[in-house]
């Protein structure tokens, strides 16, 4: 790793110490300020520098705030004229002064929230020691950076504290969000686990919280099949919450990933449980609430999906059921699509209404052409028949062995090759037989 790629990786994990997540004006900060100069500025008193405003930035410059750099007339201020006004920016009333009869800017403010947190953040060395134990920060650039978390906007996270074998980016191409209260009916348990082994079986990856009920459920149906899963966790990932799902944890791990903003030994808080939410309905595909009270933390999860514009799907239950009265709002008040079954939502997901019907061949979640190269050369020297040792794989695509590996693992969450008892091969077409029962 380079000098400056790694600077930018700690600075990143020391702002998952100081910064909420979803925090807005930490959001608009970084786009203007590298996250090494926020830092810096934090740990040295000052309000950050920032880079050159791009022309056209719905965000415009304000001279005073940090000395030619943001604007806050929308989101960085608060309570105050403004620029312009009788309250004047922030540079004008001095560090830690009154910014008028209006009030601080929000910047200010912020930035004394996050410097009084500042020695929460552990020292570089035992950052380190982390990642070489395999809890692991993805943060925007990174190859397994899922790119979808994109449409959040400034609300997307600084990085994610990561554990488990799964290459996040591609576990999560191809990925459904299977959400639901706590408080679950045996309805509700055999739906989600029939559900979740026909998607895991088919290739798709299951998305949760971990938490007890249908998350639970759903992450144990994809482990059953050796399918695999991620549960975003509302602490960090080092802590097993709720703790009779350590065990579970474990398989997660070893199958798929745990993901959380929360820096390692982060407790839950209430507001914690809410804000993880937009990231389980961003990271997915679809999102299918499968029960759901009318105040539910899943149905919280169901309007993220909506308002990020992913498909939105619901599982009818008993009319007079309190726990499904959340899925048929859904259903009624957010256009969510009625599902019974795996088959359903993977025929949502994976045509559009002119494609062909289910029984025919489905296509990878990736198109070949948006491969990168690395990506194409290995899948070029996988065979359609017998199949290849990842070795020979490599010789014929001319790169290493951690290289090749690397890109089968993605390949296979994409959907373009599989593993066969002589190594890899293309993946064979996908029929109704092979998904699973009740599919």
């Given at each position: 790793?380079?000098?400056?790629?790694?600077?930018?990786?700690?600075?990143?994990?020391?702002?998952?110490?100081?910064?909420?997540?979803?925090?807005?004006?930490?959001?608009?900060?970084?786009?203007?300020?590298?996250?090494?100069?926020?830092?810096?500025?934090?740990?040295?008193?000052?309000?950050?520098?920032?880079?050159?405003?791009?022309?056209?930035?719905?965000?415009?410059?304000?001279?005073?705030?940090?000395?030619?750099?943001?604007?806050?007339?929308?989101?960085?201020?608060?309570?105050?004229?403004?620029?312009?006004?009788?309250?004047?920016?922030?540079?004008?009333?001095?560090?830690?002064?009154?910014?008028?009869?209006?009030?601080?800017?929000?910047?200010?403010?912020?930035?004394?929230?996050?410097?009084?947190?500042?020695?929460?953040?552990?020292?570089?060395?035992?950052?380190?020691?982390?990642?070489?134990?395999?809890?692991?920060?993805?943060?925007?650039?990174?190859?397994?950076?899922?790119?979808?978390?994109?449409?959040?906007?400034?609300?997307?996270?600084?990085?994610?504290?990561?554990?488990?074998?799964?290459?996040?980016?591609?576990?999560?191409?191809?990925?459904?969000?299977?959400?639901?209260?706590?408080?679950?009916?045996?309805?509700?348990?055999?739906?989600?686990?029939?559900?979740?082994?026909?998607?895991?079986?088919?290739?798709?990856?299951?998305?949760?919280?971990?938490?007890?009920?249908?998350?639970?459920?759903?992450?144990?149906?994809?482990?059953?099949?050796?399918?695999?899963?991620?549960?975003?966790?509302?602490?960090?990932?080092?802590?097993?919450?709720?703790?009779?799902?350590?065990?579970?944890?474990?398989?997660?791990?070893e199958q798929g990933a745990l993901v959380s903003e929360w820096p390692p030994g982060r407790m839950p808080t209430k507001r914690?449980?809410?804000?993880?939410?937009?990231?389980?309905?961003?990271?997915?595909?679809?999102?299918?609430?499968?029960?759901?009270?009318?105040?539910?933390?899943?149905?919280?999860?169901?309007?993220?999906?909506?308002?990020?514009?992913?498909?939105?799907?619901?599982?009818?239950?008993?009319?007079?059921?309190?726990?499904?009265?959340?899925?048929?709002?859904?259903?009624?008040?957010?256009?969510?699509?009625?599902?019974?079954?795996?088959?359903?939502?993977?025929?949502?997901?994976?045509?559009?209404?002119?494609?062909?019907?289910?029984?025919?061949?489905?296509?990878?979640?990736?198109?070949?052409?948006?491969?990168g190269p690395e990506d194409s050369r290995v899948l070029e020297a996988v065979p359609a028949g017998i199949g290849r040792g990842p070795a020979r794989i490599a010789i014929a695509a001319g790169v290493d062995f951690d290289t090749v590996m690397?890109?089968?693992?993605?390949?296979?969450?994409?959907?373009?090759?599989?593993?066969?008892?002589?190594?890899?091969?293309?993946?064979?077409?996908?029929?109704?037989?092979?998904?699973?029962?009740?599919?």
């Amino acid at each position: 790793m380079s000098a400056p790629a790694e600077a930018e990786r700690i600075a990143r994990a020391a702002l998952t110490w100081v910064a909420e997540p979803g925090d807005p004006a930490m959001g608009i900060l970084l786009r203007f300020c590298s996250p090494a100069e926020i830092v810096a500025a934090l740990t040295e008193g000052r309000m950050p520098r920032t880079a050159a405003v791009p022309a056209g930035s719905a965000v415009p410059e304000l001279g005073g705030v940090l000395g030619g750099g943001l604007m806050g007339s929308g989101v960085l201020w608060e309570d105050s004229a403004g620029p312009g006004g009788s309250a004047g920016p922030a540079g004008s009333a001095g560090p830690g002064g009154s910014a008028g009869p209006g009030g601080k800017p929000r910047l200010e403010r912020a930035l004394r929230r996050w410097s009084a947190r500042l020695g929460e953040v552990p020292p570089e060395p035992e950052l380190v020691a982390w990642w070489r134990d395999g809890t692991r920060l993805v943060i925007p650039g990174d190859a397994e950076w899922p790119s979808q978390l994109d449409v959040l906007g400034e609300a997307r996270p600084w990085g994610l504290w990561v554990r488990g074998h799964a290459d996040l980016r591609y576990a999560c191409l191809r990925s459904v969000s299977v959400v639901a209260a706590t408080s679950t009916t045996e309805y509700g348990s055999y739906v989600c686990g029939d559900m979740a082994v026909s998607l895991a079986d088919a290739g798709w990856t299951i998305v949760s919280g971990g938490a007890f009920g249908i998350d639970g459920c759903a992450h144990r149906g994809a482990i059953v099949v050796a399918g695999v899963t991620v549960a975003v966790l509302p602490c960090g990932v080092d802590r097993a919450y709720p703790q009779a799902h350590e065990g579970l944890f474990r398989s997660i791990r070893e199958q798929g990933a745990l993901v959380s903003e929360w820096p390692p030994g982060r407790m839950p808080t209430k507001r914690g449980f809410l804000v993880r939410n937009r990231v389980i309905a961003a990271l997915s595909r679809g999102t299918v609430v499968v029960e759901a009270a009318l105040r539910s933390g899943a149905l919280n999860t169901a309007r993220h999906a909506h308002d990020q514009g992913r498909p939105l799907m619901a599982v009818p239950g008993p009319v007079t059921s309190p726990q499904s009265a959340g899925c048929h709002e859904a259903i009624r008040e957010w256009g969510a699509v009625c599902v019974t079954g795996a088959r359903d939502v993977m025929e949502l997901l994976e045509f559009s209404a002119d494609e062909p019907p289910s029984g025919q061949r489905r296509g990878p979640v990736l198109a070949r052409d948006l491969l990168g190269p690395e990506d194409s050369r290995v899948l070029e020297a996988v065979p359609a028949g017998i199949g290849r040792g990842p070795a020979r794989i490599a010789i014929a695509a001319g790169v290493d062995f951690d290289t090749v590996m690397r890109c089968l693992g993605g390949l296979a969450a994409a959907g373009f090759v599989e593993r066969c008892e002589r190594g890899w091969r293309l993946r064979r077409p996908q029929h109704p037989s092979h998904v699973g029962p009740n599919a």
